[in-house]
């Protein structure tokens, strides 16, 4: 069985006369860890939409094992084994921490989400939930309304409701935005310990962090594909220096 998890065969994206994404196609394989980069308005979280249904191409085609994807719904792609954090604007701030996780598990097993009819059905899945928040290092904190926990915490959480879809593959986008540096710590150590059982593309604007967890970085700039290596080589490279403002890379 092939190794390549998700396969983009031309993929292009035109909003209007801009044109987001621009013929990118690269394969990503089982078992990488791959950093996605570039500077703002390059198309990363255009690709990020286009890979997991968010957003249908204007061209081009979308692979996930080999099976085109192209058009599929968000759900549908998920359930296929396609995970993606939203930078934490799926968790249900009123509910417990462990009901967060509650719901996705339900939803994994596809079936229907009524707040008013199955609160009670939700406790069937205390146990499971109550591990994947372990995961996370959110178990101590289980009852906890969401909205109670710090914004990293929240970030976990959001990453124990993507576990909770049983997964193949984690799309991270921009995981540590707004967040500390102790925050960052913690965040990476969970990162690097979900690394060895998960492919994760993770979209990252702070370089430490893609220099930390990446073991090789993408680059777009203007929708294009404009280069791909370890992170040292993508550091050093001169085009990649050009094409952020300042050379900060
Ligand atoms: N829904 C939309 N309608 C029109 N233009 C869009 C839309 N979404 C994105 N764009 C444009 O597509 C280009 C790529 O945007 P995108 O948000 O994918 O970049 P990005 O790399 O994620 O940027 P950032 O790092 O700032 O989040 C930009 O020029 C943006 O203005």
């Known amino acids: 069985m092939s190794n390549i998890l998700f396969r983009c065969d031309k993929l292009t994206k035109k909003f209007g006369a801009v044109t987001a994404i621009d013929s990118v196609s690269f394969e990503l394989e089982d078992g990488e860890i791959r950093a996605l980069i570039g500077p703002n308005g390059a198309g990363k979280t255009t690709l990020f939409n286009l890979l997991t249904g968010r957003l249908d191409p204007t061209a081009g085609d979308v692979y996930f094992r080999e099976e085109s994807i192209t058009n599929l719904s968000p759900e549908s792609i998920v359930e296929k084994g396609v995970a993606r954090s939203f930078q934490i604007t799926n968790i249900f701030n009123e509910f417990e921490v462990v009901e967060n996780v509650q719901v996705s598990l339900v939803a994994r097993d596809g079936q229907g989400w009524d707040v008013l009819h199955n609160m009670s059905g939700l406790k069937r899945y205390h146990d499971e939930a109550m591990e994947i928040l372990e995961r996370v290092g959110l178990d101590e904190k289980y009852n906890h309304p969401a909205k109670s926990l710090s914004h990293g915490e929240k970030r976990a959480l959001e990453l ?90």
């Open 160 to 249: 124990a409701i993507v576990l909770a879809r049983d997964p193949e593959v984690l799309l991270l986008d921009e995981p540590t935005a707004g967040m500390s540096q102790v925050e960052i710590d913690e965040l990476l150590e969970l990162i690097t310990s979900l690394a060895n059982e998960f492919t994760i593309l993770i979209v990252e604007h702070n370089m430490d962090v893609v220099m930390t967890v990446a073991e090789t970085v993408m680059v777009l700039h203007n929708g294009q594909f404009l280069a791909e290596g370890t992170p040292e080589t993508i550091q050093r490279d001169e085009t990649v220096r050009d094409a952020y403002l300042g050379g900060e890379v």
